[in-house]
């Protein structure tokens, strides 16, 4: 089945400090890629998405690129704020044209700035 | 303003007991989620609602069940919770297929003692 991958837990960085969260996948389909934001006690929101290869996209300052020949969308930002301190989610969704509705998410990466 | 509402916010309950979670949005958005989050496994479905009563279960259904009588409206159930239910539960919604945004509400934070 369909698997997204987030190698890094944890992240700590200082402000000002540029960032990059790894997210890899796997699927037999076509690809449609999301992260996703969650800052303390509140709901998860979209932060960009895209099923575009080798197009950047970008929102609020972070951007990714999906590679399907590497099978990456990898989440960036040229410098990081206090406020960037959230945790973030990669998923993943089938673009099978049908409706499955089914969005598989990774594990999550923790990011904590620190001035 | 577009919303999903998740009510209660926080909840403890006994093991063996019924728990009712309900979820409302705004939207009219056909298909509606329920994900419990828990620490190192992100979110996993539960339950996917494509509208009123078309249901159909998602990754890790066992212990669950929902109900969608209205569109507006997604409820899901416990029948007699256990202690390894305790997690936080979002529902969420979304227009359509899932390469559309997923709109989550705030979430409901459950304890089963």
């Known amino acids: 089945g369909d698997s997204v991958t987030q190698t890094e837990g944890l992240v700590t960085l200082t402000k000002g400090l540029p960032v990059m969260l790894n997210c890899t996948y796997q699927t037999t389909y076509s690809p449609f890629l999301f992260w996703y934001v969650q800052h303390l006690n509140e709901a998860p929101k979209l932060l960009l998405k895209?099923?575009?290869?080798?197009k950047r996209t970008e929102h609020q300052g972070f951007y990714a690129t999906l590679h399907k020949s590497s099978s990456s969308f990898h989440l960036q930002k040229s410098s990081v704020q206090l406020s960037d301190s959230a945790l973030y989610f990669c998923a993943l969704s089938e673009e099978t044209g049908g409706l499955s509705g089914k969005l598989t998410f990774g594990e999550g990466t923790q990011v904590t700035v620190i001035s | 303003d577009m919303k999903v509402t998740q009510m209660p916010r926080y909840l403890i309950k006994r093991m063996g007991e019924n728990v009712l979670l309900e979820c409302g949005q705004d939207?009219?958005?056909?298909?509606m989620y329920w994900y419990r989050q828990d620490p190192g496994l992100g979110l996993q479905l539960i339950y996917i609602?494509?509208?009123?009563?078309?249901?159909s279960e998602g990754d890790i259904p066992k212990g669950y069940r929902v109900s969608r009588k209205k569109r507006e409206h997604f409820s899901l159930i416990l029948d007699s919770a256990k202690t390894n239910q305790t997690s936080v539960y979002f529902c969420?919604?979304?227009?359509?297929?899932?390469?559309?945004?997923?709109?989550f509400g705030a979430g409901t934070r459950l304890s089963v003692l």
């Open positions: 969420a919604s979304s227009f359509g297929a899932s390469q559309n945004t997923l709109y």
């Open positions: 939207m009219s958005h056909e298909t």
């Open positions: 609602s494509y509208d009123v009563d078309s249901n």
């Open positions: 895209s099923s575009t290869d080798n």
